[in-house]
C-alpha cells in the first residue's frame, strides 16, 4: 500500500513542479512583452531618431555606460535605433497578423459553414497556396511596389492567412455537429445567421490565439524581407535593416551592431510564444487537465 501511495507523491510533486515552471515562464514572458510595449510607445517619442546627430569620431563604440548597446557605423546611438526598429518591425508584424487573421477566419469559416463544393474549392486554393514557400512568395509581393510599411504588411498577410484558415475551418466543422447548431437549423435559422451568431463566437478564441502567434512570424517575415532590401527603406530603422547594416561591421569584429538588434527580434519572439502558449492551454480543457495532474 506504501508503494502507490509514494508513487501518487512523486506524481503530485512532478504536477506542482511543472505548474511553478510555467507560472514562471509566463510571467516572464509577461514582463518581457509589457517592457518592449513600453519601450517601443515611450523612448521614440521622447527621442527624436531623425535628428540623432552623425558623429563619426564616436563610429563602432562598443558599450558602454553612455551607450549601453554601443554606436553604429556613423556613430549614431544603437540603443534608440533597436528601440525604434523594434517599434517599426512590431507594429507591421501586428497589423500583418490581424489582417491575416481577419481573411483567415472568414475564408475557413465560409468554407466549413456552406460546405460541397466551396469547401472543396476553397481549400484546394489554400493547398495550392500553401505549397509555395512564404518568402518566394512575398518577395514576388513586395517586388511589384516600392520598398515601404504597406508593402511588407501586404505581403505578410496574404502569405500568412492559410494556416488560419484551416485551424478555423477545422473548429468551424466541429461546432457544426452540436446539438445546438441541428437545433438552430431545425428552427428555421439561415446559414448566414447560424455562422454569425454560433459558429464565429465559437472560434474567435482559436483565432485570437492564431494571431497572436502570428505576430513574431511576422516579425521575422518583415526583417527577413528588410534584410534582402526587398522590405523597408534602407534609411528606416527597423530590425531587419539593422541586422542588414551591420554585416560589414561583424566581418572587421565589431559584434554588437548585430547582436543587440538580433537578440531585440529573438527575446520579444520568445516571450509572445510563451503567452500564447498559456492562452493555448486555457482554451484547450484536455491540455489544461493533464497539466493540472
Known amino acids: 500500500m506504501a508503494e502507490p501511495a509514494a508513487e501518487t507523491a512523486v506524481w503530485h510533486s512532478h504536477g506542482r513542479t511543472r505548474r511553478s515552471t510555467r507560472t514562471f515562464r509566463v510571467r516572464t514572458s509577461a514582463v518581457i512583452v509589457a517592457a518592449v510595449v513600453l ?3 515611450v523612448v521614440p517619442p521622447l527621442a527624436n531618431l531623425d535628428q540623432q546627430a552623425v558623429d563619426l569620431s564616436m563610429k563602432l563604440q562598443p558599450p558602454s555606460l553612455a551607450h549601453p548597446f554601443g554606436t553604429d557605423d556613423v556613430g549614431r546611438d544603437l540603443l534608440l535605433r533597436c528601440v525604434y526598429g523594434l517599434r517599426v518591425s512590431l507594429l507591421v508584424g501586428l497589423v500583418a497578423a490581424l489582417v491575416a487573421t481577419f481573411i483567415g477566419t472568414a475564408v475557413g469559416a465560409a468554407a466549413a459553414a456552406f460546405g460541397g463544393w ?10 495550392t497556396f500553401s505549397s509555395i514557400p512564404h518568402l518566394l512568395l512575398g518577395i514576388f509581393i513586395v517586388a511589384m511596389f516600392r520598398p515601404g510599411v504597406w508593402p511588407v504588411i501586404v505581403s505578410v498577410a496574404l502569405t500568412h492567412w492559410l494556416s488560419t484558415a484551416r485551424i478555423v475551418r477545422s473548429e468551424v466543422l466541429s461546432l457544426r455537429s452540436r446539438p445546438y447548431i441541428d437545433a438552430a437549423v431545425s428552427g428555421g435559422a439561415s446559414r448566414w445567421r447560424v455562422a454569425v451568431r454560433h459558429l464565429l463566437p465559437g472560434v474567435l478564441p482559436q483565432a485570437g490565439l492564431a494571431a497572436v502567434l502570428m505576430v513574431p512570424h511576422a516579425m ?5 524581407l528588410s534584410f534582402l532590401g526587398l522590405g523597408l527603406p534602407t534609411h528606416q530603422a527597423s530590425l531587419g535593416n539593422l541586422v542588414q547594416s551591420a554585416r560589414s561591421s561583424l566581418l572587421a ?8 538588434p538580433g537578440l531585440l527580434l529573438i527575446i520579444p519572439t520568445l516571450a509572445i510564444a510563451g503567452l500564447a502558449g498559456a492562452w493555448r492551454e486555457r482554451i484547450n480543457p484536455r491540455r489544461r487537465s493533464e497539466l493540472m495532474l
Open 39 to 41: 519601450a517601443v510607445l
Open 118 to 127: 466551396t469547401d472543396r474549392l476553397v481549400m484546394r486554393l489554400v493547398d
Open 253 to 260: 569584429g565589431d559584434w554588437w551592431p548585430t547582436l543587440f
Open 220 to 224: 521575422w517575415h518583415e526583417s527577413a
